[in-house]
């Protein structure tokens, strides 16, 4: 079987997952809710091994801090971040049928088009549902909006990534790490986008779940690739529409990838997939063209999974540069600026003098406090308040001496991962069909449970001992399935269609001598083993 | 120091908490949003401990089913629940000012009170923030709406508790259990209430994370009391406001708690809240008044923590009937009923001749099918179809007999878990104060970290070493914290702050022998050990 091959496709994995507890729509009761689904025990399980790995990966071995922000946000913020004005897509509408469709999906190679040319295209387009004429196209924000508070509330949005709240956040994390960079900021949650047309189950979600790190550094301070990092054999496809295999290190030196730290998260969001269950055959980072690209980044890669669909994005490394600390620190009341090492020295600053002031203009004095903040004081400065023209004299100020440095807004390098996406294509990836035989082959990491619980009978007490080896199995920290009905063959199929690693069957001669056969999923191979040394084989 | 004992105050806890990396107000830089919070690197990881050991008590230990369901739900389903017309709160507004107050906040004993009560009181109350005359009350209803989909949308609302996912998908559930009852359905997620007046931090959020169980049983078949569960000791008031220090067996035994699945969540609840480091001294159980209790609940109790702004809820027990599966089931397309067992029999019934209908009725067959659906067939069965009059004539049909079994819909306790609120009065509760030293005093379990490694300074290799040692904690799954900034006593003080349970200390000793000082939070004690031993202990 080859590593790059694809064996399964899309609509048997649905009908599995929906079968076996992993993933449904959601609301289906209620004639559906296009975009949405509900995870099931199976699919639950497999998110979070997935979560506890990325976890291990970004936060406990790299040290990055973990964020939980809000899922609603106020309209400024999302102003200032460039979500309100042009986080959009191109709309058209049938003005017969009513049907609602994505402009940019009824051109071909309209995904790379810009809105200039599209809206060229669309002119000659008709409604593919009805064939009548379709409507000028226009702009779709896709922000869910709402309202916070009673009566008519403030404008509230739904966050699209979960990047902003790190980014916001970005002032008290830089205080937890002591005002030390780089830092690396991390968070997992539910993102929610307004797609126009949501389809194929997990991979066009309108509410999903996002991994994402927001890698900070001094701009005169990119973290390098480290040596362990240079070596990773990777596939990149390059803007100019080249294929290579390389390492990441080549990549570097060659200048297909720009960024030294871009180079580093590349390598590490493909060692994380690895790790996971992702065929490194299946897997290719490839380099956005120009049109692409949002606004914010200057080198930015989508890693990519080969599916029975095409190559779905799972990933995407960017460079934001300093856009959206410099966003947030225009519109917002908060310092998102560091000082540069070595730039401190000492200035001379006047300042107020605020008894002066008090007696000279009593309740204006607030005022004048308040206006001198936002200006560099010095003697003379006129300023107005209430009205009236001011001019504070040297007799209100004295000069004082302070040590200050130039200030710079941080870079920021973001890996950020789509969770719904990856254990849709983890699924469709592992499959493995022989003969009559098939199992997802996940590693034992990723799979729901360690193990399938199995009593021959029902009887002669063996359930009973099944039931206490659960017991023990899940004490030392072992997922376990239990499972009692049918055949031994029909549970060990069912067990490999959600890919359990290990199952064990315990028979009569396990209530004699203590031993149990275990079986290994993707070998089928079996042993007959002592409970202690097949608990011991089976504990991660 | 007693158990029961208040120790700090709101304001501080909340001053560490921002200050340490615990929780903060979410966009103050933007002016603030009331009732949201951002989660930082150290309360991210006490709600993951807290969680993890939620999961271990109901889906591990307990095989819970757990769910993750969509947050954003559509109008029919919230209809169905009553959410949308019963979910609100009485608010007035001041026509001077425009501040908008709940009415049961203006009244003394308000929240106690019915909404005709309140009406009459109301009235005599005047705006507390400029003392003019406040409107009428009028309904406000909770959820936060949206519109999914382009152009005017489709309504839909954000989820205002997890356990109406769990209940529209227990069908589905139902199978991933073989249709077997009872089981229990578990969800870890955010929830959304748009209060009209958001306060006191994490104890009162329009965005929370809830930790729920819907445990669905047979009305004819619910679970019993079982007998490890019957001598948990248990403080409870009752609804004729009794305090009673009793067990849940005799509580159950005198019939003050009448449900036997009630009365096992609460023992299995305050089993876990203690296990998370709750003084069972703080705790109670509160029964609700019928004022106070929801529409469909018969049996209900809040558990309650007693903090210095008395006592907060953090969990509540409800025996919810059939309320919410029987709502779905009316007003969806789904089978929310199971069968009763023992009530199988034979039946005769009427079938459409499929063939027959065709060849007469040609393209309105197709109709006549899909009406008959929800009529019980038999001969001269009128139907009207497209405007027009038709009897089915016996000619049409024929006889089967069917196993059928009378149908009933589940029961279900709820169990029902705030984190934000729990996290809150975990800081609170496990405050201590010795002299100068303050510090948490969490099981290890819940601690946020296990170990604090500290290089007694930054020279002669000890940092190294203790990098070294790090890499080696975390290799086997201890969660430890990196510190070398400032004296040795700072470092333990902070560490004490935010309660890490261990801390270690490599001085030169270590390079020579390779033993280290540990050090336990609650007693100071100090020992010397080999880093091997060391390690062994602070592991969980």
């Known amino acids: 079987m080859q590593d790059g091959e694809i064996r399964v496709d899309f609509q048997k994995v649905i009908a599995v997952a929906t079968k076996r507890g992993i993933f449904q729509p959601a609301f289906d009761a209620y004639g559906g809710l296009a975009g949405f689904l509900d995870y099931g025990p199976v699919g639950v399980r497999m998110r979070r091994r997935i ?57 071909d190679g309209g995904e790379e088009m810009s809105r200039t040319e599209l809206a060229k295209k669309i002119i000659n387009i008709s409604c593919p549902s009805c064939s009548s004429p379709l409507s000028e196209m226009s702009a779709f924000n896709l922000m869910f909006s709402t309202s916070v508070g009673a009566g008519k509330g403030s404008p509230g949005y739904l966050r699209p990534e979960t990047a902003q709240s790190i980014f916001l956040a970005f002032p008290w994390l830089l205080r937890q790490n002591r005002g030390k960079l780089p830092f690396a900021g991390a968070q997992i949650g539910r993102s929610f986008r307004n797609e126009i047309s949501p389809r194929q189950g997990p991979l066009r979600m309108r509410e999903f779940t996002q991994m994402e790190v927001e890698h900070f550094f001094l701009p005169t301070n990119e973290p390098s690739l480290t040596m362990e990092l240079r070596n990773t054999k990777i596939t990149l496809l390059s803007a100019d529409g080249k294929e290579s295999q390389t390492t990441v290190g080549q990549a570097f030196d060659e200048e297909v990838v720009t960024s030294s730290l871009v180079a580093n998260h ?157 254990l849709y294509c983890l699924l469709e990836s592992s499959w493995n069909i022989d003969g009559e035989r098939e199992w997802i082959s996940l590693p034992q990491d990723t799979s729901p449970y360690d193990l399938l619980v199995a009593p021959l009978m029902t009887k002669d007490g063996l359930d009973t001992k099944a039931h206490e080896i659960m017991k023990s199995a899940i004490d030392i920290g072992i997922d376990a399935y239990y499972d009692e009905a049918g055949s031994i063959g029909r549970r060990y199929a069912r067990a490999d269609e959600i890919g359990i690693f290990y199952s064990m069957t315990i028979d009569h001669q396990t209530l004699e001598d203590g031993t149990v056969t275990l079986r290994e999923r993707d070998s089928k191979n079996q042993s007959r083993v002592s409970l202690e040394d097949a608990l011991n084989q089976v504990r991660r």
Chains 1, 2 share one sequence.
């Not at 946000?73 to 309100?84: D, T, Y």
């Not at 005022?367 to 504070?392: H, M, Q, R, W």
Request: glycine residues 10%; contains cysteine; charged residues 25%.
């Open 51 to 107: 979560l506890e790995m990325w976890r291990k990966h970004y936060v406990i071995n790299a040290g990055c801090l973990e964020l939980d922000g809000a899922l609603i946000g106020p309209e400024s913020m999302f102003q200032a971040s460039g979500h309100l004005g042009e986080f959009d897509d191109a709309l058209v509408d049938c003005k017969e049928c009513g049907k609602q469709f994505r402009a940019d999906h009824l051109v």
């Open 266 to 422: 590349l390598a590490r969001a493909q060692n994380f997939l690895i790790s996971i269950g992702v065929p490194p055959g299946k897997l290719r980072f490839r380099q956005h063209g120009s049109n692409e690209m949002a606004h914010y980044s200057s080198d930015c890669w989508d890693g990519e999974i080969n599916t029975s669909l095409g190559w779905v994005e799972i990933v995407g490394v960017a460079h934001r540069g300093d856009y959206d600390l410099s966003a947030h620190g225009n519109a917002s009341s908060r310092e998102f600026r560091v000082p540069i090492p070595g730039t401190e020295k000492e200035i001379e600053l006047w300042k107020p003098d605020i008894g002066k002031l008090g007696k000279e203009f009593k309740g204006d004095a607030k005022l004048i406090l308040e206006a001198i903040k936002n200006v560099e004081l010095k003697p003379n400065t006129s300023l107005n308040i209430n009205g009236k023209d001011i001019v504070l004299s040297e007799d209100y100020m004295s000069q004082k001496t302070e040590r200050r440095s130039e200030m710079v807004y941080p870079n920021v390098v973001e890996p950020s991962f789509g969770l719904d996406r990856i």
